[in-house]
Structure formats: C-alpha cells, structure tokens
C-alpha cells in the first residue's frame, strides 16, 4: 500500500489533532456529518484524499478558525511539490517521515544537520530538538558550518564534541564538505528513503518548508556529486577533531 504524500499526512496529522482537541470521537464526527466512520479514520490517515469542502466541513465541527483553518484548508491542494508555512505541521510531518525512514541522508551547509544537533544548538538555531535512533544515516557537512558561531563558543564547542561522538556510531556516517573542495552543487536538505515507499526530499527554510515527492523532482537528489568532492568519514572526523583543538580550552570557555 502506497504511503500518503508528505501533503496528505500533514493534513490527516492536523484533522486528528483538531478532532482531539474538542473531545470528539471519530464515531460522533460521523454521525454529525453522516458519513461512516470509515471514511473518518482513512482521511486521519492519509489513505483517502480529502477535497476543500470535505476539510471545510470537518474544520466546522471542530471549531477550528482562522490561520490554522486556512493552513489546513491549504493543503487539501495537491501540487508535485508542497509549501506550507504552519511551523507546527512542519515539525509533525518531518518527523514522522524521520521516523519512519529506513535511511536519512543530510546535507548541512550554513547550519549542521538537525538530527545532529544538541539541544542547546537547536534553540540557537530555532529549530525543535531531534532524536536520531538507530536508523542509518548520513551526514555530509560544510566545513563552514563547523566554523559559525551558533549560540556562542561553548555552545558550538559542545556541538562540535557531539558530532565526533555521533561518528563513532555505526549507523552514522559524516562526510565534511573542506574549504578546498571550492564551489560544490550541496543545498541544505534532507533525503529520506523508505523499504516500502518511494523517497521524499525536505527542503528546510526560515519560516516555510517545500516536500519534494514526485520521482522527477526527487532524482535530483539522488545523484548529488557531492559524494565526489566530500572527505571521507575518517578524515572529515579529523577535520572536526582539528577545529575542537583550535578553539579556546573548555575552561576558558566556561570562564567568559
């Protein structure tokens, strides 16, 4: 069975959360409606697409109003790629697919990878802490995002700490992107890969995100070149060792 599109499970993730947030059952929604529960439970999962009127509908009955209604009502549109700009169905939908994916392949260019990031960087950056687990992943990463200050120099002397710690993982795998690789074809994004599903591709910005689903716009991804210009792991992990040791010692850090 086909899994939803990144749209699709937003949209199913955001109607559950709003049905739960008035207390209603999914049977006492139908009956309101007069439609089967059925029908309920396979738009709350993705499985049956959902038209404008029909989200209109459930949104009434949940009470819901406003940005969040319109956010929801947006995404009952079903372009190749979806942009949304509702932070909080963002995060849901990621990850979920983070969680979900068999393998993850992250590339990080002005900020590292949010998966790789420690709590402290994460509110830095303004981005929701993540958990990895024991899934396989990649990892490739600018040089330069290892030299910005983020969140200040204890902050990013910890995170740099972090990421050699997450190498020694056998599921992790960072490949650093030096400074004399030159111009390279990497953008910030995120590749996750499914044993029973097709591959979507996340694009992260400020304020709004972009799903990438469709084959055509996914295989890009696929044959990024940065694999041929990238350290491989041993030596990227000595890059990040080397940069450890230029920074200021922890007490002098802690001493600021």
């Avoid at 990463?141 to 700490?161: K, T």
């Avoid at 591959?199 to 055509?216: A, D, I, M, N």
């Amino acid at each position: 069975m086909p899994k939803p599109t990144p749209q699709a499970r937003a949209l199913a993730d955001g109607l559950r959360a709003a049905r739960k947030a008035v207390r209603l059952a999914a049977t006492e929604v139908a009956d309101k409606l007069a439609w089967s529960q059925s029908t309920i439970s396979r738009i709350e999962t993705g499985l049956r697409a959902a038209s404008a009127e029909e989200v209109s509908a459930l949104l009434a009955v949940y009470q819901v109003t406003g940005e969040r209604r319109e956010a929801l009502l947006s995404l009952s549109r079903d372009p190749g790629a979806w942009w949304f700009g509702d932070v909080s169905l963002q995060g849901e939908t990621l990850a979920r697919y983070e969680k979900e994916a068999t393998k993850i392949v992250a590339f990080g260019t002005t900020l590292l990878p949010g998966l790789l990031r420690t709590p402290a960087y994460a509110r830095a950056a303004n981005s929701p802490a993540a958990v990895l687990g024991q899934k396989r992943f990649v990892a490739y990463i600018d040089e330069a995002a290892l030299h910005r200050q983020v969140g200040g120099p204890l902050v990013m002397a910890n995170q740099l700490r972090h990421l050699v710690s997450m190498a020694e993982r056998p599921t992790v795998e960072l490949r650093v992107i030096p400074f004399a690789a030159g111009a390279h074809a990497g953008d910030a994004h995120v590749l996750l890969e499914f044993g029973d599903a097709p591959p979507v591709v996340y694009l992260e910005h400020r304020r709004c995100g972009l799903f990438l689903h469709r084959p055509c716009d996914v295989e890009p991804y696929l044959r990024s070149t940065v694999d041929a210009v990238a350290l491989d792991p041993a030596r990227s992990v000595r890059l990040i060792e080397s940069v450890i040791e230029a920074r200021p010692q922890r007490g002098d850090l802690l001493g600021q």
